[in-house]
């Protein structure tokens, strides 16, 4: 039988945790606001017809690489917010998938892991 596991982090060290979280949630959501601002489809003003060959290219390209950011910064909003709601339920530190503890020296790099390493490994295969 897997004993079960009681563990969870005092509210000493969730506290500054839990702040550092919600702050990279606020500056993620600003550099997505701004990455939005920045996507050349975005701009309205943008007159379609007359656009010339090269600027056109230079908006598509602009465009994906605010789409590519764009998409990173909401992965890790998910990811944070995720992490976030661990720490209400009290399970912050615990692997979403096996249950078992994270490493804590992969919780200092990585604070808004959900997964242990090897759970992280299991999913890419
Ligand atoms: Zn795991």
Redesign the pocket.
């Known amino acids: 039988m897997v004993k079960k596991l009681n563990f969870s982090f005092p509210t000493k060290v969730l506290g500054p945790v839990k702040g550092f979280l919600q702050g990279e949630l606020k500056k993620l959501k600003k550099q997505a606001e701004r990455v939005k601002k920045n996507d050349p489809f975005a701009d309205t003003s943008r007159v379609n017809d007359n656009a010339a060959v090269d600027t056109d290219v230079a908006e598509q390209v602009g465009h994906s690489n605010a789409e590519a950011k764009g998409k990173f910064i909401k992965s890790r909003i998910v990811q944070i917010r995720k992490a976030l709601t661990r720490i209400k339920i009290g399970k912050y530190g615990i ?1 979403e ?4 503890m ?1 490493d804590t020296d992969r919780l200092m790099v990585f604070p808004e892991t959900t ?2 390493v ?2 992280v490994k299991d999913r890419e295969k």
Do not use: E, M, T, Y
């Open positions: 692997c998938d096996c249950g078992k994270i997964v242990c090897k759970c």
